[in-house]
C-alpha cells in the first residue's frame, strides 16, 4: 500500500473499534459464566475471532444479533466447568491474548488440550505463563520444550499460592488469576510494575471474589469459585486504535479531531499522559463508566511544539503497545526522545524496537536502538521509503501515521497491509475519512 503526503489535516469525528483486550476477556468470561453474556462494542478483529473459535470449538455457542441499541454478541455461557474437549488442537491463530488467558482457564478443566497458533505467535515465549501457572499446580507444558507453542495443557489440581512475576504483563496476571478461579485458596499475583487491569475489573462485574493493585502496591488476588454469572458487557473504544489518530492529528498541519466513547483506564492511558507532556494540545470530555471502565471523548489538535522527552519506569506497561508511534511522534518533535524499560517490545509481533528504529532511519530520522528501548532525535524531516511490517498491525499503522507527514512527492509504501485486521480491520478507511 502506498499513503501520500497528507496535503490537508484532519477533520471529523470518529468512533474507534471496540477495545481489543476488554473484547478477548467478553468472550472468555462470558463462556465460563452461567447464562447469557450480551456483548455491544465488540471487536471483530482477527485476534478476537480466534477467541471466539476457540471457546466454540470447546462447545460454547456464540451468536451475532441486532436490536435497538444496535449489535451485539451473545454467548450462551456454560460455567466454570462446562467446557468440552475439542476435537482438535485449538488454533490461537495471532492472538497472544487468547493464548496466554486462555490456558489459565484451561488448567482448570478435566481435559487435555493442545494449543497452536501461527508462525509470528509460535516464536513469542510461552514460559513467563508456563512456569507461573506449573507452580500452582497446573500441568502444562511446551511440546517442543523450547517455552514455545504448541503447548499442552491437562487436568491439574489447582492449590493456589502467591506468585511473583518477572515481567509486568496483564497477559500474565490473567493467566494465573485465571486459573486461580479453579484453586482450593487464595491465588495472589505481584507485579514489578502495575499491567492493565481489565481483567480484574471484568471478572469482578461477573461475580468473582478478585481483588486488583494499584501503582504503590501491583498486587492482585482471587479466591475460588462457583459460579460466575453472565451479563451485558458495553466495550469502549479501544485507547490503542484511537491512538494513531491521536498522533496523526498532532503532527499533520490544521487537524482537529474528535475521538468517540475512548476507554480511558488509568492502566492504559499513558500515551495520552506523554504526549501532554510532550505539549500535545488533547482535551477530555464526557468522562463516563462502561461496565467499570472509563470512557471519555477525546479531543484532538494540530500540536507544532512538541518537545522530546523520557519514557521510562511504571508509566511503560500503560503505554506498551503504543510505543512506535510514540517514537513516530517524537521523530516529528523537537529535542530528544528516549524510551528506557521496554525490552519486552523484543517479544511482541516482532521486535518492535529494531523494526521502529530500521524504519524511522529509513525515513531519514535520526533514530538509535537500545537494549531496553531507544533514542529518537527529533526535528529531521521525514522522506519516502518502503517500509517493512514483518506482519506486525502495530508497525503498519503505526508507519502509515508517518507516511502522512513525508516530505517526498513520492508515497511511503506500506508492505503486508493487511496484518491490521488482527486489530483494525477499517483502519485505512478510517484515516481516509478523516483525510477528506
Same mark, same amino acid.
Given at each position: $500500500?502506498?499513503?501520500?503526503?497528507?496535503?490537508?489535516?484532519?477533520?471529523?469525528?470518529?468512533?474507534?473499534?471496540?477495545?481489543?483486550?476488554?473484547?478477548?476477556?467478553?468472550? $472468555?468470561?462470558?463462556?465460563?459464566?452461567?447464562?447469557?453474556?450480551?456483548?455491544?462494542?465488540?471487536?471483530?478483529?482477527?485476534?478476537?475471532?480466534?477467541?471466539?473459535?476457540?471457546?466454540?470449538?470447546?462447545?460454547?455457542?456464540?451468536?451475532?444479533?441486532?436490536?435497538?441499541?444496535?449489535?451485539?454478541?451473545?454467548?450462551?455461557?456454560?460455567?466454570?466447568?462446562?467446557?468440552?474437549?475439542?476435537?482438535?488442537?485449538?488454533?490461537?491463530?495471532?492472538?497472544?491474548?487468547?493464548?496466554?488467558?486462555?490456558?489459565?482457564?484451561?488448567?482448570?478443566?478435566?481435559?487435555?488440550?493442545?494449543?497452536?497458533?501461527?508462525?509470528?505467535?509460535?516464536?513469542?515465549? $510461552?514460559?513467563?505463563?508456563? !512456569?507461573? &501457572?506449573?507452580?500452582?499446580?497446573?500441568?502444562?507444558?511446551?511440546?517442543?520444550?523450547?517455552?514455545?507453542?504448541?503447548?499442552?495443557?491437562?487436568?491439574?489440581?489447582?492449590?493456589?499460592? +502467591?506468585?511473583?512475576?518477572?515481567?509486568?504483563?496483564?497477559?500474565?496476571?490473567?493467566?494465573?488469576?485465571?486459573?486461580?478461579?479453579?484453586?482450593?485458596?487464595?491465588?495472589?499475583? #505481584? +507485579?514489578?510494575?502495575?499491567?492493565?487491569?481489565?481483567?480484574?475489573?471484568?471478572? %469482578?462485574?461477573?461475580?468473582?471474589?478478585?481483588?486488583?493493585?494499584?501503582?504503590?502496591?501491583?498486587?492482585?488476588?482471587?479466591?475460588?469459585?462457583? +459460579?460466575?454469572?453472565?451479563?451485558?458487557?458495553?466495550?469502549?473504544?479501544?485507547?490503542?486504535?484511537?491512538?494513531?489518530? #491521536?498522533?496523526?492529528?498532532?503532527?499533520?498541519?490544521?487537524?482537529?479531531?474528535? &475521538?468517540?466513547?475512548?476507554?480511558?483506564?488509568?492502566?492504559?492511558?499513558?500515551?495520552?499522559?506523554?504526549?501532554?507532556?510532550?505539549?500535545?494540545?488533547?482535551?477530555?470530555?464526557?468522562?463516563?463508566?462502561?461496565?467499570?471502565?472509563?470512557?471519555?471523548?477525546?479531543?484532538?489538535?494540530?500540536?507544532? %511544539?512538541?518537545?522530546?522527552?523520557?519514557?521510562?519506569?511504571?508509566?511503560?506497561?500503560?503505554?506498551?503497545?503504543?510505543?512506535?508511534?510514540?517514537?513516530?511522534?517524537?521523530?516529528?518533535?523537537?529535542?530528544?526522545?528516549?524510551?528506557?524499560?521496554?525490552? !519486552?517490545?523484543?517479544?511482541?509481533? %516482532?521486535?518492535? #524496537?529494531? &523494526?521502529?528504529?530500521?524504519?524511522?532511519?529509513?525515513?531519514?530520522?535520526?533514530?538509535?536502538?537500545?537494549?531496553?528501548?531507544?533514542?529518537?532525535?527529533?526535528?529531521?524531516?521525514?522522506?519516502?521509503? %518502503?517500509?517493512?511490517?514483518?506482519?506486525?498491525?502495530?508497525?503498519?499503522?503505526?508507519?502509515?501515521?508517518?507516511?502522512?507527514?513525508?516530505?517526498?512527492?513520492?508515497?511511503?509504501?506500506?508492505?503486508?497491509?493487511?496484518?491490521?485486521?488482527?486489530?483494525?480491520?477499517?483502519?485505512?478507511?478510517?484515516?481516509? $475519512?478523516?483525510?477528506?
Amino acid at each position: $500500500m502506498k499513503i501520500n503526503h497528507a496535503s490537508n489535516g484532519l477533520h471529523g469525528e470518529l468512533t474507534v473499534p471496540g477495545d481489543k483486550s476488554i473484547s478477548h476477556r467478553a468472550v $472468555m468470561f462470558g463462556s465460563i459464566a452461567s447464562g447469557d453474556t450480551v456483548i455491544r462494542g465488540f471487536l471483530k478483529s482477527a485476534d478476537c475471532i480466534s477467541t471466539m473459535n476457540c471457546f466454540r470449538a470447546m462447545g460454547i455457542e456464540i451468536e451475532e444479533g441486532r436490536d435497538e441499541k444496535g449489535g451485539f454478541i451473545r454467548v450462551f455461557g456454560k460455567g466454570l466447568r462446562g467446557l468440552n474437549k475439542p476435537y482438535k488442537p485449538l488454533d490461537c491463530g495471532n492472538s497472544g491474548t487468547t493464548t496466554r488467558l486462555i490456558s489459565g482457564i484451561l488448567a482448570g478443566q478435566g481435559f487435555e488440550t493442545r494449543l497452536t497458533g501461527d508462525a509470528s505467535l509460535s516464536r513469542r515465549p $510461552m514460559r513467563r505463563i508456563i !512456569e507461573p &501457572l506449573k507452580a500452582i499446580g497446573a500441568s502444562i507444558r511446551s511440546e517442543n520444550k523450547d517455552g514455545l507453542l504448541p503447548l499442552i495443557i491437562d487436568r491439574g489440581e489447582l492449590h493456589g499460592g +502467591e506468585i511473583r512475576t518477572r515481567v509486568a504483563s496483564a497477559q500474565v496476571k490473567s493467566a494465573i488469576l485465571l486459573s486461580g478461579l479453579y484453586a482450593d485458596k487464595e491465588t495472589v499475583v #505481584i +507485579e514489578p510494575a502495575l499491567s492493565r487491569n481489565h481483567t480484574e475489573l471484568m471478572l %469482578s462485574a461477573f461475580g468473582a471474589d478478585i481483588t486488583g493493585g494499584s501503582e504503590a502496591d501491583p498486587r492482585a488476588s482471587v479466591r475460588p469459585c462457583s +459460579e460466575l454469572r453472565g451479563l451485558e458487557v458495553n466495550v469502549p473504544g479501544d485507547i490503542s486504535s484511537a491512538a494513531y489518530f #491521536i498522533g496523526a492529528a498532532l503532527i499533520v498541519p490544521d487537524s482537529e479531531v474528535v &475521538l468517540k466513547n475512548v476507554g480511558i483506564n488509568p492502566t492504559r492511558d499513558g500515551v495520552i499522559r506523554v504526549f501532554r507532556e510532550m505539549g500535545a494540545d488533547i482535551r477530555i470530555e464526557n468522562e463516563h463508566y462502561e461496565s467499570g471502565e472509563r470512557s471519555a471523548d477525546l479531543i484532538v489538535k494540530h500540536s507544532p %511544539s512538541l518537545k522530546g522527552v523520557e519514557i521510562e519506569g511504571d508509566i511503560i506497561p500503560a503505554l506498551i503497545d503504543e510505543l512506535p508511534l510514540i517514537a513516530v511522534v517524537a521523530a516529528a518533535a523537537e529535542g530528544e526522545t528516549v524510551i528506557r524499560d521496554a525490552a !519486552e517490545l523484543k517479544v511482541k509481533e %516482532s521486535n518492535r #524496537i529494531s &523494526l521502529t528504529v530500521n524504519n524511522l532511519r529509513a525515513m531519514g530520522a535520526d533514530a538509535e536502538e537500545r537494549e531496553d528501548g531507544m533514542v529518537i532525535r527529533g526535528g529531521r524531516p521525514l522522506h519516502r521509503a %518502503s517500509i517493512e511490517t514483518a506482519f506486525d498491525h502495530r508497525i503498519a499503522m503505526s508507519f502509515s501515521v508517518a507516511a502522512l507527514i513525508n516530505s517526498d512527492v513520492r508515497p511511503v509504501e506500506i508492505r503486508d497491509p493487511s496484518c491490521v485486521g488482527i486489530s483494525f480491520p477499517d483502519f485505512f478507511k478510517d484515516m481516509d $475519512m478523516l483525510l477528506k
